[in-house]
């Protein structure tokens, strides 16, 4: 089988898993409730006092206000949609269905990835494009690095998706979107867990540290989207977070793939 | 988390089936005999945890990609995706096929008019009876031009007219030289079309023969109930 038609094979399946998508209204509601949020990054350049916000110029104010919303919603709209769409994509006739057809299981498991990628992208690109709007207006200038800024968020709708995918493969059901917005809450509080760690008895110390060290750091990847769009001045060293959430990504995908090409 | 722990049953044992090119065999058994299992087996859906499945001389678990371009399936129930436009979704099963642009159009209208289903191109799958589901899944498992049909109870929900243009597509296909495969409850049903049969009851089979063999005798409903009492 080539990589051409396996390729093919996964974006035909990912084209209906954005079918499937498209369909959930609850995902209109969280584009629209997000652009609403978005809309409110007008506020500072419309009263224009730095004091009410804690001496931000309206630029940097209105960034924020608009990287708080888009983030927030792109998480809820990941993992919401996604349980919704991993019901109906991995229900057992859809699967057997498909497997009828020319392709191998993990073809699904991939389609279904990039499928809802895709529609997550696509609500991204609107979000940030109606932020880019609200700025670009307000300053009359070519803000372009709020995409380099935004384009952290990206990454981390890949890790929603990844670790939805991987929880649904153990349990499949909503389950799987629960244990999903527990890591990720779980990869705010990295580094101050460690401070903690610190008085645990040896031997448990050990794999404590390994389950902390494995989590992705959400609040380094904000910290360096924030430091993009110069929100903030954290120093936070890129590579390694880069590098620390690919490899992550990378194991958790493997163990769905292995996990979903074992037939039943 | 009922997916952690799954329960192990035995749904097909030691079952030994050979099936000849261009015949209609039909796979009979009560509710739960393990019909659908053998079926989901037969597609790759299920890995059988001993013995092989040869499809066309070939291994099934070497070569499934090449054996199911020649395959068509129609699942037990309509369970097809609500969110396609009738012709849509026989649009998308044409792409996975790598069925052509052109020769798309025509196998798809072919499909259709087989069925009866020429006129509900355009309906949503949802809007659908249940009979034109069953139908349009038919449709669906001949969209490749398959040379093996597997058919999981594909006369359930069908109202005389339907069955009777159903049973006239099985005798065009066989004449074509194509091998169906059926599971079925509708024992009278399956006498008139089906060249051969066999009974299977918790996974194991009972009895195999010839449906011209039946008709001298008694009827293929007497033997299944037979089959199955006797067991």
Redesign the interface.
């Known amino acids: 089988m080539s990589i051409k038609y396996s390729f093919t094979i996964i974006q035909l399946i990912s084209r209906d898993v954005f079918k499937v998508a498209s369909k959930e209204r609850l995902m209109y509601g969280f584009l629209v409730l997000s652009l609403l949020f978005v809309l409110l990054a007008n506020i500072p350049f419309l009263i224009n006092n730095p004091d009410l916000f804690e001496g931000m110029t309206p630029k940097v104010a209105s960034l924020q206000i608009g990287f708080m919303g888009i983030n927030v919603f792109l998480m809820l709209t990941s993992v919401f949609i996604g349980v919704s769409v991993l019901q109906d994509v991995y229900a057992e006739h859809n699967i057997a269905l498909l497997l009828s057809k020319p392709l191998k299981r993990w073809h699904i498991l991939e389609g279904t990835c990039f499928g809802l990628f895709k529609i997550i992208f696509l609500n991204w690109l609107i979000m940030v494009s109606s932020l880019m709007i609200i700025v670009n207006f307000h300053t009359v200038e070519v803000n372009a690095f709020i995409w380099t800024g935004m384009s952290v968020s990206l990454v981390l709708a890949m890790i929603y998706i990844s670790l939805l995918v991987f929880f649904y493969s153990f349990a499949p059901n909503a389950i799987s979107g629960i244990l999903t917005v527990f890591i990720i809450i779980a990869g705010f509080g990295v580094s101050l867990t460690k401070a903690q760690l610190a008085s645990l008895p040896q031997p448990l110390l050990f794999f404590v540290k390994l389950g902390v060290e494995a989590i992705p750091k959400i609040n380094l990847l904000f910290g360096i989207s924030m430091n993009t769009l110069g929100i903030f001045d954290i120093p936070i060293e890129t590579f390694p977070v880069f590098l620390h959430t690919f490899i992550f990504l990378l194991v958790i995908h493997l163990i769905s793939y292995f996990r979903f090409n074992r037939p039943r | 988390?009922h997916?952690?722990r799954r329960e192990c049953i035995t749904a097909v044992d030691d079952l030994n089936l050979q099936i000849n090119t261009g015949e209609i065999f039909a796979f009979l058994g009560p509710n739960g005999a393990g019909k659908t299992t053998t079926i989901?087996m037969l597609?790759?859906?299920?890995?059988p945890s001993a013995g092989t499945i040869r499809i066309f001389g070939s291994e099934f678990s070497r070569a499934?990609?090449?054996i199911?371009?020649r395959?068509?399936?129609l699942?037990e129930?309509a369970?097809?995706?609500t969110?396609?436009r009738v012709g849509e979704l026989l649009e998308?099963?044409c792409?996975?096929?790598?069925i052509g642009r052109k020769e798309r159009k025509r196998r798809i209208d072919s499909v259709l008019n087989g069925v009866g289903l020429e006129e509900q191109h355009k309906k949503l799958i949802q809007e659908l009876s249940m009979g034109q589901k069953r139908c349009l899944g038919l449709a669906c498992a001949l969209i490749n031009d398959p040379d093996l049909l597997?058919l999981d109870e594909p006369t359930v929900y069908l109202d005389p007219l339907i069955l009777e243009k159903i049973r006239t597509i099985l005798v065009q296909l066989k004449k074509q030289n194509k091998t169906i495969f059926m599971s079925s409850h509708i024992l009278s049903e399956v006498e008139k079309v089906c060249d051969s049969f066999a009974i299977i009851k918790d996974g194991r089979l009972l009895c195999r023969g010839l449906t011209r063999d039946l008709k001298d005798q008694r009827s293929l409903e007497e033997e299944f109930l037979q089959a199955i009492k006797k067991q």
Do not use: D, Q, T
């Open positions: 988390m997916a952690l989901n597609v790759g859906f299920l890995k499934s990609v090449e199911k371009r395959i068509g399936y699942p129930a369970h097809l995706p969110h396609y998308f099963y792409e996975l096929f790598f597997l």
